[in-house]
Each structure stands twice: as C-alpha cells, then as structure tokens.
C-alpha cells in the first residue's frame, strides 16, 4: 500500500467532499493499486498553492487503459473511492469555515473592528 498527495481543482474538490463524485481520471504514473491511499489537496491554480483543504481517501477499484481502451486513454486510469477523512490545515487558513468564498459572495460574513 502506498500514499499518494495529489493536486485536486477546487470544482472536483468540492464534488469529492460532498460525495458526488466518489472516483478519479489520473494519470497512472505511480502505479495506482487497491489498498492505496489517496491525500487530495484543493488547489488554487490563480495563486498556484494549496488552499489548506484535504479529502483523504482508499482505493477501492482500479480500471486501467489496458483493460478499457475504447474507452480510456492510455496510461491513465479510473479508481473508486471511499472517503476516510477530511481536514483542515490551520496553518494555510487561518479562519476555516468562517471566510468562504461562497459566505463572502452571499454577504453572510460581516466585518469587524476598524
């Protein structure tokens, strides 16, 4: 069993999190197997770095480009997952859960002090 981190969009993240999307399309450079263990990290491409945002997750299905070629590019694969954990970083977000975007946009979050 190996662990892998692995960069996620935030649109795939937030999809994987609320468990609509229990699978994942990678690139099978480090040999994805059942057993593994997966750390998605939200990535923020605009600011280039993490956002302190982790899904952790099992493998627990393996399709790869050999066994679906009509259907899969080669060299990639699809795995099923199941979710273990999910986290926050306090270091790299300061106030988890009180400044989202969405709160933001939708004006929940006021201003204090000045």
């Known amino acids: 069993m190996k662990t892998h981190k692995l960069k996620t969009l935030p649109e795939y993240f937030k999809a994987l999190k609320e468990g609509s999307k229990p ?10 197997q059942v057993g593994d263990e997966l750390t998605l990290a ?15 997750c099992r493998v627990t299905y393996v399709l790869d480009s050999s066994s679906f070629p009509e259907g899969l590019k080669d060299g990639y694969v699809i795995m099923g997952t199941q979710i273990k ?30």
């Open 42 to 56: 939200e990535w923020d491409p605009i600011g280039k770095k993490e956002t302190g945002h982790y899904v952790g």
């Open 23 to 32: 699978f994942e399309i990678r690139k099978n450079d480090t040999d994805f």
């Open 85 to 114: 954990e999910v986290w926050i970083n306090p270091n790299l977000v300061p106030y988890p859960e009180v400044f989202t975007r969405e709160s933001w946009k939708m004006g929940a979050v006021g201003v204090m002090g000045v």
